[in-house]
């Protein structure tokens, strides 16, 4: 018998605001313990919520970059629980009537794990559907000192997300991509630069196993707080092994809420008290609700950009670049952006691609202070690369310089005396001088050791200091050996 | 002499004549206090150094500049206590000012101190304070009214020139009418709650507390108006609210609800009150019957939507940021527990154990949904109603002022003496409470007139003109 895994996930994640949800306090991450504190977002006797009407619009452009329904009626409502962490003991949220229902998400190949990208799940292109998306309050931090507990409030009052999706994941692998390419998107949509080390994402699953090929679901468990998306995976991976031993075996999973030990690789459940609310759900009578149609759909609208895999698509087809090429200059619009720039300025793009993916992002990488080369630069060094007017290995150098100092490819190489000979006279009298001087290698070539030809061709490099076309030499070697 | 017992107009003239300065005015108001509060205990806390400091460089060119105004204990004043009259706030230091305390300090007012109202002003008697009771001064046996009964005694008492209340479900008129003042509920939104504790989001609104309906007008026009840091606050401009004062009421279609004159009333105030009715008629206004079908259900449709917000409202109070938390607890849940059972009192434990009950999983749609949609029902019969008049006069209390500790054990006896003002803050609207005769033992009857929405121009209008045609507000207890 086989078991298949049904899996649905409750994505937070933290929006880019300037301001907290419902007060003018910076959100701010990584500032002195409750330094970002004001009656309102410490729930003091008499302060009221207002909302932020950014962080509405940037939660109904991620409802519009992900293909949802913007309804035109949206509320808040108020989410009772008492928690040391939250100042009202209740958290100001949506209940019934979210910022947005639906949409979808399609999962591409390279959004999968390296390690699984070439499994039959990668290759399916797979949608999976959203059940909502909605706004909420987050909660303060507790710090367990040694005497005490401690808590800042920081974080108190700042806006979050929450992407809920229909359980329809089947695989670690395929939550994984889900979160992959949700964190692309919506750092397309710069709603949120996703950071897991800030705690930017954080995500609950639901899992639960059934006999594969039955319709009717198991009993699921949910595991809170997630707060990366390798931890999603391997948690994942943990609970549906346990589950399906233990249905097999004849048992029976009882719903569950359960933590993830990542250091010790398994879930552990928590205490009951902290499973069983009555949330007590009711419209906050403090705020207006929220008529999206107009104004705040308007601007939400103005902002979708083009999204990762239309903008993988169209760079492959108008640049000619293999899909990898665009999927790797499209995980980032600032990357694609400089991409385009350059190869606007380039007689070849393809070039251009490979100057950036093969030698810019390495360099780039390898520096320890933040560079970049301007993009015109780039591509003319493409261009001088493609014409073979340097070597690719000159083309690297020029590279390495223009990253120090950017200044016109050109005139470095000719300051350094980097130039390829092409030129047929000049290459031909070299390769006279290779014959006559390697007798022995012109022997071995005649003869039939095609590769006797690579010492001719070292000596012309070392003649001409590495600057002689490669190609070139060979081509007119070969003439020249044949002659009789 | 005294000048406590002037009216914000009367000082206004005075202290612009310089007949007056305002540090003489805080002194005449500090000595009616000490003679009189020791009976009737309307303050809870005095800031006498505070007041006089601000008399001193009171600018009198201010519309309430040089006026001390008294404040319920439930509005944030900056670098004061704001109690709500409960245990549990105590030691809280509110850090900022409520909009209407920053409007009534550039208006020019002096904060004299703060009133005794019931705990989280759930109540109507004022006896729900942790800081002890407060005595009508008509009749000190008997209860001020509640839940802002502290404002409205300081009032009747002359140790207020005025004073700022809350109403949830009559708070400011019901006072108003045992202590023989004037009271207003302006419109929901038209008063912003930043910094006035919440009881019920939805139903609170900030008012007045005067000795005339002018002063009602004058002081709501330093308090209203739009604010950005409330939602729920009307947009719109405030208009000026003493406009038509003054304007008679010839012509004027006043509405009388048949469903406000049944069984259960005190004939002594039905009595006042029909009397006062002929007297508007007499003025000119036209009489018409109404009806608002859905009265019956008001008290029960109040009960569920106010305590239901109040659960969520009050949860904030848990020992963990400020005010005081129970000692020596073991862990989390006995902090939470036992600083709650401490610190509230039996009315407010209460009305969240009901409030929580009435949002419960299985229960919500019974109780508060089907609240809600009462709550509809009865907006909707004001609605109707008013395109037949202008206003509506009513009794404001079923009753005069009650003894101290005659309901106290009687919960719904004390529910249903809100019965006639309940519907006002249900429907949104905006009401008056003004003096419209004593009973024989000597104790203030109420009359309240409701208008629509943003139509407190129209019911101020209306009050003046009796209150200009009658002289109940020129009589004083005698506080023996
Ligand atoms: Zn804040």
């Known amino acids: ?484 | 002499m005294s000048f406590a017992f002037s009216t914000i107009r009367e000082l206004r003239k005075q202290l612009l004549a310089k007949e007056v300065h305002p540090t003489e005015l805080i002194e005449s108001l500090l000595d009616q206090i000490s003679s009189v509060d020791p009976k009737v205990k309307a303050y809870i806390h005095l800031h006498p150094e505070r007041a006089l400091e601000a008399a001193k460089k009171a600018d009198i060119s201010l519309p309430l500049g040089g006026v001390p105004i008294a404040v319920k204990d439930l509005i944030s004043v900056r670098g004061e206590p704001c109690t709500c009259a409960s245990r549990i706030l105590e030691g809280y230091i509110a850090p900022y000012d409520a909009t209407v305390i920053e409007r009534l300090r550039s208006a020019g007012a002096i904060l004299l101190g703060r009133t005794n109202m019931d705990e989280f002003a759930m109540g109507s008697s004022t006896e729900n304070s942790a800081w002890g009771m407060t005595h009508n001064p008509w009749d000190l046996s008997r209860v001020p009214g509640g839940s802002s009964g502290g404002s409205a005694a300081a009032v009747a008492a002359h140790e207020a020139i005025a004073a700022l209340g809350s109403d949830t479900g009559g708070s400011i008129r019901q006072p108003a009418a045992f202590c023989g003042c004037v009271g207003l509920k302006p419109t929901y939104g038209r008063v912003s709650r930043y910094g006035l504790t919440a009881f019920a989001s939805s139903l609170d609104q900030i008012g007045p507390l005067t000795k005339t309906v002018a002063d009602a007008a004058l002081l709501l026009e330093s308090i209203a108006g739009a604010d950005p840091r409330d939602n729920t606050c009307d947009p719109e401009p405030a208009p000026s609210f003493s406009a038509k004062l003054g304007e008679e009421i010839r012509g004027m279609t006043l509405g009388i609800p048949k469903e406000y004159f049944v069984s259960g009333i005190d004939p002594e105030v039905e009595a006042a009150t029909k009397q006062a009715i002929s007297h508007l008629e007499g003025l000119g206004a036209t009489l018409r019957e109404i009806s608002l079908p859905h009265t019956a259900y008001s008290v029960a449709s109040y009960y569920l939507v106010a305590t239901a917000e109040a659960s969520a409202n009050l949860a904030r109070f848990d020992g963990m940021r400020y005010g005081r938390r129970a000692k020596d607890c073991d862990d989390l849940l006995e902090t939470y527990g036992r600083t709650r059972e401490e610190g509230f009192g039996r009315e407010v434990k209460r009305r969240i154990l009901l409030g929580t009950y009435a949002l419960s999983c299985g229960y919500y749609d019974a109780y508060y949904l089907r609240a809600q949609k009462v709550r509809m029902r009865i907006r909707q019969d004001f609605l109707a109603a008013f395109r037949h008049c202008q206003a509506i006069v009513t009794p404001t209390s079923p009753t005069p002022a009650f003894r101290l500790g005659e309901r106290a054990e009687d919960p719904l006896q004390m529910y249903l003496a809100d019965i006639f003002t309940i519907a006002v803050n249900l429907a949104g609207l905006c009401a008056i409470s003004l003096p419209c005769g004593f009973t024989q033992s000597g104790l203030p009857i109420g009359l309240q007139i409701i208008g629509p929405m943003r139509q407190e121009e129209t019911i101020l209008q209306v009050g003046h003109a009796y209150e200009q045609s009658t002289d109940w507000h020129t009589l004083r207890p005698s506080l023996s």
């Open chain 1, 1 to 484: 018998m086989t078991y298949e895994a049904v899996i649905g996930l409750e994505v937070h994640v933290q929006l880019k605001t300037e301001t907290k949800l419902f007060c003018g306090c910076r959100n701010e991450f990584g500032a002195e313990p409750n330094s970002h504190l004001c009656p309102v977002c410490l729930g003091l006797p008499g302060a009221l919520p207002v909302p932020n009407e950014e962080a509405v619009i940037q939660t109904i452009l991620t409802g519009l970059m992900l293909g949802s329904t913007i309804p035109p009626r949206a509320k808040f409502d108020r989410k009772n629980y008492f928690y040391p962490d939250m100042p009202k003991n209740y958290q100001i949220s949506q209940y019934d009537q979210p910022l947005c229902l639906g949409g979808g998400v399609t999962l591409p190949v390279l959004s999968f794990p390296k390690d699984a990208q070439k499994e039959a799940q990668a290759l399916a292109n797979k949608k999976v559907r959203l059940v909502r998306i909605h706004l909420e309050e987050d909660v303060g931090k507790s710090f367990h000192l040694e005497s005490c507990s401690g808590i800042d409030f920081n974080r108190a009052g700042t806006p979050l997300m929450e992407i809920v999706t229909e359980a329809d994941l089947t695989t670690p692998e395929e939550a994984f991509a889900l979160l992959t390419t949700l964190r692309e998107i919506l750092r397309y949509g710069k709603v949120s630069d996703v950071d897991m080390e800030k705690g930017q994402l954080r995500c609950d699953v639901n899992i639960s196993v059934r006999l594969a090929g039955t319709e009717a679901f198991g009993t699921k468990r949910e595991i809170k707080n997630l707060n990366s998306i390798s931890a999603v995976r391997r948690s994942l991976k943990h609970e549906i092994q346990s589950q399906i031993e233990l249905v097999s075996s004849g048992g029976a999973v009882v719903q569950q809420t359960l933590r993830w030990d990542d250091a010790r690789g398994e879930t552990i459940p928590m205490r009951t008290k902290e499973q069983a609310h009555d949330y007590r759900y009711f419209p906050d009578p403090d705020l207006l609700p929220i008529y999206t149609e107009g104004r705040l759909r308007e601007e939400a609208a103005r902002r979708v950009p083009e999204l990762p895999e239309e903008k993988k698509s169209r760079l492959a087809e108008t640049y000619g670049l293999s899909e990898y090429q665009a999927s790797v200059l499209a995980s980032g619009p600032p990357l694609a952006d400089y991409f385009e720039q350059a190869a606007r300025s380039s007689r070849n793009p393809v070039a251009v691609a490979n100057l950036t993916l093969n030698d810019y992002l390495a360099l780039r990488q390898d520096s320890p202070e933040p560079v970049s080369v301007p993009p015109e630069y780039l591509g003319e060094l493409a261009d001088l690369v493609s014409d073979g007017r340097l070597n690719s290995r000159q083309g690297r150098e020029v590279l390495a310089i223009l990253i120090q100092t950017p200044r016109p490819p050109k005139e470095i190489a000719r300051e350094r005396g980097l130039a390829q000979i092409s030129d047929t006279q000049a290459l031909e009298a070299f390769c006279r001088e290779a014959i006559s001087a390697s007798p022995k290698s012109v022997a071995d070539y005649k003869a039939g050791k095609a590769a006797a030809i690579n010492a001719l061709k070292g000596f012309v490099m070392k003649k001409t200091r590495g600057q002689a076309n490669p190609q070139r030499i060979h081509e007119l070697l070969e003439l020249l050996l044949r002659e009789p």
